[in-house]
């Protein structure tokens, strides 16, 4: 909850001080494909679009800050328990930009904010008894999920626009279902595809 707090705070704050010190800001776009991994074999395939706000030049030598705001759409399987989550989340981050030449190394941090997500699969009535057991379709409100992303930009510029391709990889450490057996943390890695304005 403290993060939640924190978190619009620090972006306004870099908002403000980007837009006072570099006067100016890129806007990037972003369409992106992940695959989910975990130490329990979750499996899932997903895509995201997001905007960001990135600093024109840098704050310090080769350093820039962005803010941005992303929806997530992602189906999760866990191959142990044949059940499956739809996840649908909204996420706001902030990041860190080193900038060389044509190679951008961002990271920083996110927080999932799902909504309109559902859990499809079976649920054991009684522990002791494993054949009572039911297939649910339920609305399924997870845990915000806090996280970490690293990623590693190629940028093609052109006359207009500077097109990106960013492998990435994030690493959530919420665990988004308190009652499952094993911890259901979101760890993706993604392809993304950004033009920049």
């Given at each position: 909850?403290?993060?939640?707090?924190?978190?619009?705070?620090?972006i306004y704050s870099s908002?403000?001080?980007?837009?006072?010190?570099?006067?100016?800001?890129?806007?990037?776009?972003?369409?992106?494909?992940?695959?989910?991994?975990?130490?329990?074999?979750?499996?899932?395939?997903?895509?995201?679009?997001?905007?960001?706000?990135?600093?024109?030049?840098?704050?310090?030598?080769?350093?820039?800050v962005f803010v941005g705001?992303?929806?997530?759409?992602?189906?999760?399987?866990?191959?142990?328990?044949?059940?499956?989550?739809?996840?649908?989340?909204?996420?706001?981050?902030?990041?860190?930009?080193?900038?060389?030449?044509?190679?951008?190394?961002?990271?920083?941090?996110?927080?999932?904010?799902?909504?309109?997500?559902?859990?499809?699969?079976?649920?054991?009535?009684?522990?002791?008894?494993?054949?009572?057991?039911?297939?649910?379709?339920?609305?399924?409100?997870?845990?915000?999920?806090?996280?970490?992303?690293?990623?590693?930009?190629?940028?093609?510029?052109?006359?207009?626009?500077?097109?990106?391709?960013?492998?990435?990889?994030?690493?959530?450490?919420?665990?988004?279902?308190?009652?499952?057996?094993?911890?259901?943390?979101?760890?993706?890695?993604?392809?993304?595809?950004?033009?920049?304005?």
């Amino acid at each position: 909850m403290k993060l939640l707090l924190i978190l619009p705070l620090l972006i306004y704050s870099s908002f403000t001080f980007s837009q006072e010190k570099n006067k100016g800001l890129d806007i990037e776009y972003a369409l992106s494909l992940n695959a989910s991994f975990s130490e329990v074999k979750y499996q899932n395939l997903g895509s995201v679009a997001g905007v960001y706000a990135v600093t024109k030049q840098p704050m310090f030598s080769l350093l820039k800050v962005f803010v941005g705001f992303e929806y997530n759409h992602q189906r999760i399987e866990t191959l142990s328990r044949a059940n499956s989550y739809k996840l649908n989340a909204l996420t706001p981050l902030l990041g860190v930009r080193f900038a060389f030449n044509r190679i951008n190394l961002d990271a920083g941090a996110y927080l999932d904010t799902y909504f309109a997500s559902r859990f499809i699969g079976i649920h054991p009535e009684m522990t002791h008894f494993p054949s009572n057991q039911f297939v649910s379709n339920e609305v399924f409100n997870p845990s915000i999920s806090k996280g970490m992303f690293f990623g590693i930009g190629i940028k093609f510029p052109t006359e207009r626009y500077t097109f990106t391709i960013k492998p990435e990889v994030r690493f959530g450490f919420t665990n988004i279902e308190p009652s499952a057996p094993n911890d259901v943390t979101i760890k993706s890695s993604r392809l993304s595809f950004l033009v920049q304005f």
